[in-house]
């Protein structure tokens, strides 16, 4: 009788909506899929649902001003966009920064790549099905939060680096110490994760084959970061193109070889084991000096000091109130980083004034969300949740 009472099957497509408010899009990420049963035949993706402005927002900030926009383009890993931006900018001023300064941001750009991993797979793994990982991992992420905090005085959005140097120096040994605790800890409780996940045959089921991209079609469509190693090209900006201390320090680049999201979880999972090496490199040579270039007319004075003398405060006031702030040359830079999600790159113009006359962000979210199209079409509507959530994609950093 119910059978009966069922509408025949025509074979007619159906148009549906995946976000921007589905749980499993980790973001304002809004796809329009048509299927046939269902078997994805055609995506759209929509973008601009978190337009900002950031780049538009950086033409009326100082230099310095603007890391705290900056920041927020990312909120997995807020301190690489902080990092990645103030290399643009001290390359545009052409400034050397300390090698205290170089030593310390590459340990917290790691710290930043850790927490970006943790969080994308604790995440990936909830929206296929596995609870326990999502509780594990994140537990490593707050206590890097907890690492981030002391060093910077906020969890996440922290605006930590400024032109020439930091905000902030190392607290103290204890935070050293604290970091040196981490690292010993951290494999062992990666290690948990990956007895959990690495041979689980539902985790297989749902991400091998599942999304797979050729090495040609990744490095035609410009992809990089662990989508683009995940097919098995060992492009990593930290080698090929070494910036702050990458090539004084002993590390590996872990490729895949099928490109698909099994591979791209295996990757992200090695690249943890590979950064907790870097930082335990970059804590146990923690060289000794000053975290900022001596150089008043860029440097910001120490906030303690300005709360207590009268220099600091008139020299705070004029900077941030009266304009007198550093102005760069005439001229136009671009400078990347490898960043958790790939080449995160700025090309900044000066005018030879206080604010630059244009912001332009190389966001790999952006450059990576454009492989969604080919991955999806002709596969199950189930596969698209372990598909974008092996992305990894930022929702602030796709739309800026």
């Known amino acids: 009788m119910i059978k009966d009472t069922l509408p025949p099957i025509t074979g007619d497509k159906v148009e549906i909506n995946y976000g921007p408010s589905h749980p499993a899009m980790h973001g304002t990420l809004h796809c329009i899929l048509e299927l046939d049963g269902e078997t994805i035949v055609k995506c759209t993706p929509v973008l601009g649902y978190l337009h ?33 931006y ?12 300390t090698e205290k300064a170089k030593v310390m941001r590459t340990m917290i750009l790691e710290i930043a790549r850790i927490m970006d991993h943790v969080a994308q797979l604790g995440m990936q793994a909830v929206d296929i099905g596995a609870l326990t990982p999502m509780v594990w991992l994140w537990k490593e992420r707050e206590l890097l939060y907890d690492i981030v905090e002391e060093l910077t005085g906020t969890r996440m959005t922290a605006s930590w680096t400024q032109t020439g140097g ?185 005018d030879g004034g206080q604010y630059p006359y244009r912001v332009h962000s190389r966001a790999p979210s952006f450059v990576n969300y454009s492989s969604i199209v080919p991955q999806v079409e002709g596969r199950m509507i189930s596969d698209i949740v372990a598909i974008m959530g092996s992305l990894n994609i930022i929702a602030g950093e796709l739309d800026r």
């Open 166 to 350: 930091a905000t902030r120096d190392v607290p103290n040994n204890a935070w050293l110490q604290k970091i040196r605790d981490f690292t010993r800890k951290f494999p062992k409780r990666l290690r948990d994760t990956e007895r959990l996940l690495n041979k689980n045959r539902i985790w297989h089921d749902r991400t091998r084959d599942i999304g797979a991209l050729s090495q040609e079609d990744a490095i035609n469509m410009g992809l990089t970061g662990p989508v683009l190693r995940s097919t098995g090209c060992d492009w990593d900006l930290r080698k090929d193109m070494p910036f702050l201390i990458y090539d004084q320090l002993d590390f590996d680049i872990p490729v895949g070889e099928k490109g698909d999201v099994l591979d791209r979880y295996f990757v992200r999972m090695y690249e943890m084991h590979e950064s907790n090496k870097i930082i335990r490199q970059c804590v146990d040579n923690m060289p000794e000096g000053s975290i900022n270039i001596d150089d008043p007319k860029i440097i910001y004075p120490q906030k303690n000091l300005v709360y207590t003398r009268m220099e600091e405060l008139i020299h705070h006031f004029k900077i941030t109130m009266l304009q007198h702030g550093p102005k760069p040359p005439r001229g136009e830079v671009y400078e990347a980083i490898e960043a958790p999600n790939g080449e995160l790159g700025w090309y900044l113009v000066s």
């Open 52 to 84: 900002c402005g950031f780049e538009k927002l950086g033409e009326h900030r100082t230099y310095n001003q603007f890391v705290s926009v900056v920041d927020r383009m990312n909120y997995f890993s807020p301190l690489a966009n902080d990092i990645s």
């Open 86 to 97: 103030h290399l643009a900018v001290e390359k545009l001023f052409g400034i050397e920064i």
